[in-house]
């Protein structure tokens, strides 16, 4: 059992919305950082967001001001706004946790890892 579950992937049309969600299930998020990385196919994995325990936020050049990173410690997850979404945005959205809890970029830097939500932005 994975131990960050993604959900909220789907289809959806260019300029439209979705929201993805990474919830723990078998540890609290509340003290890790948590990244949001997409890969999409015949490229290499790349950062979109990442958060820290005390709410600071990182966005990637490509989807600032479109996307917005979120965290609700109650509901022991970690949430990911897509808006005015693009082609180039699809790909499969993994969620990682990092218990050093500092706002990184680096995929190696994180220690636990979701399956992946697979994100598809086309008409």
């Known amino acids: 059992q994975s131990q960050l579950v993604e959900s909220g992937g789907g289809l959806v049309q260019p300029g439209g919305s979705l929201r993805l969600s990474c919830t723990g299930s078998?540890?609290?998020?509340?003290?890790?950082?948590i990244g949001w990385f997409r890969q999409a196919p015949g490229k290499e994995r790349e950062v979109v967001s990442c958060?820290?325990?005390?709410?600071?936020?990182y966005y990637g050049d490509s989807v600032r001001d479109r996307f917005t990173i979120s965290r609700d410690n109650a509901k022991n997850t970690v949430y990911l706004q897509l808006n005015r979404v693009k082609p180039e945005d699809t790909g499969v959205y993994s969620c990682?946790?990092?218990?050093?809890?500092?706002?990184?970029?680096?995929?190696?830097?994180?220690?636990?890892w979701g399956q992946g939500t697979q994100v598809t932005v086309s008409s």
């Open positions: 078998l540890f609290t998020l509340d003290y890790y950082s």
């Open positions: 958060i820290s325990s005390d709410g600071h936020r």
């Open positions: 990682a946790a990092s218990t050093r809890d500092i706002l990184t970029m680096r995929g190696d830097e994180y220690d636990y």
